[in-house]
């Protein structure tokens, strides 16, 4: 089969230029200059056939021979600009994403057609066409080497996996009619597999598995559709463009300062019990840059305190996850303005604030338990402080305990009795009251640090406590340290002065 025998042949079939590109297998950039690859193909087109003819005042009903028989259009000219005026009279505007992916929904009638010209070209060529590999660069891909440069370039974008998502749904007029003869075709091709299912399911994924020259005889497919595809009236409609913006994760580190705070909406019995929380403040204060609906952001941190707790020191590293997000940067200006409305609250402090790779979210996720936290208790005892505590509580030798759910978590928590690591514990008198002790723990992430002070009856052991062999108490608690370096520190008010 030499390649201008396929290619006046897809000609007489009514194939497009860019189409038959496909069935001599062009790849990449050999699409943009359709005349040169045609040129090094050895094959021979009329240098105005590049060019869609227009469509003359032909009557409706009428087969128009300028709309492609195999890709109904998807690939000429007209339709490119329709999608981008497409994209362009969508909320596209309302994004601000460098990059974007284009993810098309496909009219099952196109598939039929890949699968008809290959009969056809089977019973052209004979045995030089492939009867497990399609003669063709699949549709699919050729949308990818051809339509998404395009469109980026006209959009002024950059092509990205993990940018907005344009989902463009495509339709015929012509599917309705073939999906019906598609379900009989099923019926006759594989009937035991028919004669299993209540209902069959006709999908584009049982089209690409079992829809092949080698499954399914041209003389029955022949008998519902036609070889090779039919010439149509109408070319390919955009049904629906649908954006869909980015994941976009937004890091930082934030400090409690307050002992009348919760970490998330604390609600009970349908009442709100504090007013307001941590995670409402940061995504009140930094999610409406980025998304419409901040209801939707998740917000998430590496660990967490009590209510009674304030979280000092560098703070607690916090990420937000925003779906959908309409931007997906934030410049150090932005980023200071969100910090100093939050540190406004008086109750929540954020620094570090910038867009994270989402890539970066395992530091948040995973590793919890091995991590190290540093905490600063103030407790007191029954009677002042003597020698004897105070170097017993000097301890620099890391110690296991054994931890039972806390009763005043059981409402949440299964009862389990976890070990857990005590890496140090250094105490020192209050001067100006001597049954006060300001404790410092480090211990492994997960620790309950009340519960280590008291021993709750015995439910952690050892404990301070039974250490020092005395009744002590804790009154206030804050976490100091946090062992995770993330996300980097970054100045945002230095940046901007
Ligand atoms: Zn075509």
């Known amino acids: 089969m030499k390649n201008q025998e396929l290619i006046d042949y897809l000609e007489s079939c009514g194939v497009c230029r860019v189409c038959q590109l496909r069935y001599l297998k062009a790849r990449g950039t050999e699409y943009r200059d359709m005349q040169k690859t045609f040129q090094r193909l050895d094959v021979k087109v009329p240098a105005d056939g590049i060019k869609d003819e227009p469509a003359d005042e032909q009557p409706t009903k009428k087969p128009r021979l300028d709309i492609c028989s195999t890709c109904l259009g998807l690939f000429s000219e007209d339709f490119q600009q329709q999608l981008i005026d497409g994209i362009l009279h969508s909320d596209f505007a309302k994004y601000d994403s460098a990059g974007i992916v284009l993810a098309f929904s496909l009219p099952m009638a196109l598939q039929l057609r890949q699968l008809s010209m290959w009969f056809a070209l089977q019973r052209k060529f004979g045995a030089a066409v492939d009867n497990n590999f399609a003669p063709d660069?699949?549709?699919?891909?050729?949308?990818?080497?051809?339509?998404?440069?395009i469109v980026c370039t006209q959009l002024n974008k950059e092509y990205d996996a993990n940018g907005l998502m344009i989902n463009i749904e495509l339709r015929h007029s012509t599917e309705q009619a073939d999906v019906a003869k598609l379900v009989e075709l099923n019926k006759a091709a594989f009937p035991a597999k028919a004669a299993h299912q209540k209902r069959i399911e006709i999908s584009r994924g049982l089209l690409e598995k079992q829809y092949q020259p080698a499954r399914l005889k041209a003389e029955l497919f022949e008998k519902f559709l036609p070889i090779p595809p039919a010439p149509v009236t109408d070319p390919l409609e955009l049904q629906s463009i649908d954006l869909l913006g980015p994941l976009v994760c937004v890091a930082g580190r934030y400090r409690k300062l307050s002992r009348e705070l919760s970490h998330t909406p604390w609600v009970l019995d349908g009442k709100r019990i504090m007013e307001d929380s941590i995670e409402e403040i940061i995504i009140r204060n930094v999610g409406g840059h980025f998304s419409e609906t901040p209801e939707k952001i998740t917000f998430m941190s590496s660990g967490r305190e009590d209510v009674d707790v304030r979280c000092l020191g560098k703070g607690r590293p916090f990420v937000l996850e925003i779906q959908n997000a309409r931007c997906g940067s934030l410049t150090q200006a932005q980023a200071l303005a969100m910090e100093q409305a939050v540190d406004a609250t008086g109750t929540v402090s954020i620094h570090n604030l910038q867009v994270v790779p989402r890539e970066e979210?395992?530091?948040?996720?995973?590793?919890?338990?091995?991590?190290?936290?540093?905490?600063?208790?103030?407790?007191?005892?029954?009677?002042?402080?003597?020698l004897d505590i105070l170097q017993k509580l000097q301890i620099s030798e890391s110690f296991d305990i054994q931890q039972k759910t806390p009763i005043r978590v059981l409402h949440r928590r299964p009862l389990h009795t976890r070990p857990r690591t005590i890496f140090e514990v250094k105490a020192r008198v209050q001067r100006e009251n001597p049954r006060l002790l300001v404790i410092d723990v480090v211990s492994q992430a997960g620790t309950y640090i009340k519960e280590l002070v008291h021993g709750e009856f015995g439910r952690?052991?050892?404990?301070?406590?039974?250490?020092?062999?005395?009744?002590?108490?804790?009154?206030?608690?804050?976490?100091?340290?946090?062992?995770?370096?993330?996300?980097?520190?970054?100045?945002?008010?230095?940046?901007?002065?």
Do not use: F, M
Not at 138 to 143: F, Q
Not at 462 to 487: C, E, K, T, Y
């Open 460 to 497: 952690t052991a050892p404990s301070i406590a039974s250490i020092i062999g005395q009744p002590i108490d804790i009154l206030a608690l804050d976490v100091v340290g946090i062992d995770l370096d993330w996300p980097a520190d970054v100045n945002n008010a230095a940046a901007v002065e």
């Open 361 to 386: 979210l395992t530091h948040i996720k995973t590793g919890e338990e091995q991590k190290r936290k540093y905490y600063r208790a103030l407790c007191v005892l029954e009677q002042p402080a003597t």
């Open 137 to 149: 660069v699949p549709i699919k891909e050729a949308v990818k080497l051809i339509l998404h440069p």
